[in-house]
């Protein structure tokens, strides 16, 4: 009920080209969905972050998409640069974060975008 | 800049040495965490503070605490570091919504 699964766990793209890495969850109550972006030697930073009640948001050459039917929500990196390698981590979560709430993290996928 | 702040950024302790990692905050968030992060792995929760309550994972060793006096500060002490111990230690806090890190103290035990 409290996992997030992410997939691929690395992937390898071409600059200029798109980046997709999905995540799937289990428990219907969250409704807060971020992606975090982590470089060698810094914290994870929150990339962008989407709510259930759209379907996609957009900013700049990031792009979330989200379907709740199938619980699965999606980055997509358009136009793939070099200084996009990194770490990328999804995560789950209720947006109203309470003493018992827990933000659940994908195991990661480690973007490599070859210049 | 609000930000998350942690010291140090390196540190080096002997087998078994006490060790105390901080963390500061100028966010005024009231929830703040302390992750583990072994590389290639992602950020495993340790414990938090929602406002004054603690909160301490299950699968947390007993070897590590924490410490939260005031708003703004929070620190874990590891108190007989074993090498397994080795790993980035990630503070964040959060409001409502998304998690803000700080850059994290590397733990070397020899």
């Known amino acids: 009920q409290q996992q997030v699964k992410q997939s691929p766990q690395s992937l390898i793209v071409q600059k200029g080209g798109i980046s997709i890495i999905n995540c799937a969850y289990e428990?219907?109550?969250?409704?807060?969905f971020p992606w975090y972006q982590q470089f060698p030697g810094k914290g994870p930073a929150l990339l962008i972050a989407?709510?259930?009640?759209?379907s996609e948001k957009k900013e700049g050459r990031f792009t979330i998409s989200f379907n709740k039917s199938a619980k699965q929500f999606s980055l997509h990196i358009m136009d793939s640069q070099p200084g996009d390698s990194a770490t990328y981590f999804c995560?789950?979560?209720?947006?109203?974060?309470?003493?018992?709430?827990?933000?659940?993290f994908g195991k990661g996928t480690r973007l490599h975008i070859l210049p | 800049d609000a930000m998350v702040i942690q010291n140090p950024r390196y540190q080096v302790t002997q087998f078994g040495k006490p060790v105390t990692l901080s963390c500061s905050q100028t966010?005024?968030?009231?929830?703040m965490y302390w992750y583990q992060q072994k590389s290639s792995q992602a950020p495993k929760l340790l414990f938090h503070?929602?406002?004054?309550?603690?909160?301490n994972e299950a699968d947390t060793p007993d070897n590590f605490q924490s410490r939260r006096p005031n708003t703004s500060f929070c620190f874990l002490d590891i108190r007989s570091p074993g090498l397994g111990d080795a790993a980035m230690y990630l503070c964040?806090?959060?409001?409502?919504?998304?998690?803000?890190f700080g850059n994290g103290t590397r733990l070397t035990v020899t």
């Open positions: 964040a806090t959060s409001s409502q919504g998304p998690l803000h």
């Open positions: 428990n219907t109550a969250f409704d807060y």
């Open positions: 989407i709510r259930p009640d759209v």
């Open positions: 995560a789950a979560s209720r947006r109203a974060v309470s003493r018992d709430d827990k933000i659940i």
């Open positions: 966010l005024n968030h009231n929830v």
């Open positions: 503070y929602y406002d004054k309550d603690f909160n």
